[in-house]
């Protein structure tokens, strides 16, 4: 893919990594104590439990983003940005398309000289071809 | 409960009767079209142009100007975008019900993102050009030195043969 789609790529796995975190988070964590009137929350029936712990929910969630991030900024240095903005780019197709003129008259000539010769050597070769023919003696 | 058949063609089949003997006699196809259109009730525009931010109503970070560095901006862009987020997180555990602005910055932050994402393919589309006018030109160029050498080849070999006929 080239390098902007998957800067554009990145971008949305950065917000949907961010978007993720924070529904994680709260979807999964665990009642909070409101005040100390009130008792300790019951903890709640887990029928099976996580396999990984809340605890560690939010290292492994932030983790994601900052590797997400750093992606973001490798792909950034890698942008093959050229100097000079659209001027120079511009000129740049002027010259080459010049240069791509002038090359294609010069194969356009060696092709008319190529084929004349072809016709040349065909047509010296069916004649010799006729002279071998007319000489053998007819048995 | 009666359903109604399928409308019927439209009549201009009846111009085209003569088509055959005379193409002129037909109506021409109409000119494409230029400028903004309606199509289905929604308009169109034939000048494929990014709009800017400004037209989108969306305020934009990045300074304006003919050129913009876009690596700095993308790379100060996704600073910032870090930051919000680490701010969205505080709001949410210290004051829980001023999420809406924090989530508006962030979502400003990521179009901006995409907008100069977008406005990097121009750049992109000049530079596929050029890459493929520069192999045209490759090409082209051993193209004439693969014709030059043949001619050469065969020059060569009918001055031989030539010489083994004469010294026959």
């Known amino acids: 893919m080239d390098i902007i789609s998957q800067l554009q790529e990145q971008v949305n796995t950065i917000a949907t990594v961010a978007f993720n975190t924070f529904g994680t988070l709260q ?11 009130y008792p300790e929350p019951p903890p709640p029936p887990i ?5 990984s712990n809340f605890s560690d929910l939010p290292k492994l ?8 991030a750093k992606k973001f900024d490798a792909l950034v240095a890698a942008l093959p940005l050229s100097e000079g903005g659209e001027e120079a780019q511009l ?14 008259q010069e194969l356009q000539r060696q092709l008319e000289a190529a084929e004349k010769e072809l016709k040349l050597v065909q047509e010296l070769f069916n004649e010799a071809a006729d002279n071998c023919f007319n000489l053998k003696k007819p048995d | 409960m009666a359903t109604a058949t399928y409308p019927p063609p439209p009549p201009y089949y009846r111009l085209y009767k003569d088509y055959l003997e005379n193409p002129k006699s037909a109506p021409e196809p109409p000119p494409p079209v230029e400028g903004a259109y309606v199509c289905y009730g929604a308009n169109y525009t034939t000048d494929d142009v990014l709009p800017s931010l400004e037209e989108q109503g969306v305020r934009q970070l990045y300074p304006k100007g003919p050129n913009v560095d876009f690596k700095k901006e993308l790379r100060s862009l996704n600073r910032e975008l870090q930051l919000h987020i680490l701010e969205l997180a505080d709001v949410l555990v210290e004051r829980p019900s001023q999420y809406a602005r924090r989530v508006e910055d962030i979502s400003l932050i990521f179009k901006n993102l995409h907008h100069l994402l977008n406005s990097l393919r121009p750049h992109q589309a000049r530079a596929t050009l050029i890459h493929i006018l520069e192999l045209q030109i490759q090409r082209r160029k051993q193209a004439v030195e693969d014709i030059k050498r043949r001619r050469e080849e065969a020059q060569k070999l009918l001055k031989e043969s030539l010489g083994t006929l004469d010294g026959h």
């Not at chain 1, 979807?27 to 009137?37: E, G, Q, T, Y």
């Not at chain 1, 029928?47 to 396999?51: A, E």
């Not at chain 1, 002027?94 to 294609?104: F, P």
Request: proline share 11%.
């Open chain 1, 27 to 37: 979807r999964d964590a665990p009642p909070v104590r409101l005040s100390p009137n």
């Open chain 1, 47 to 51: 029928p099976t439990d996580d396999s």
């Open chain 1, 61 to 68: 969630l932030s983790v994601d983003l900052v590797k997400a």
């Open chain 1, 91 to 104: 000129k740049k197709i002027a010259e080459l398309q010049t240069e791509n003129d002038a090359v294609g």
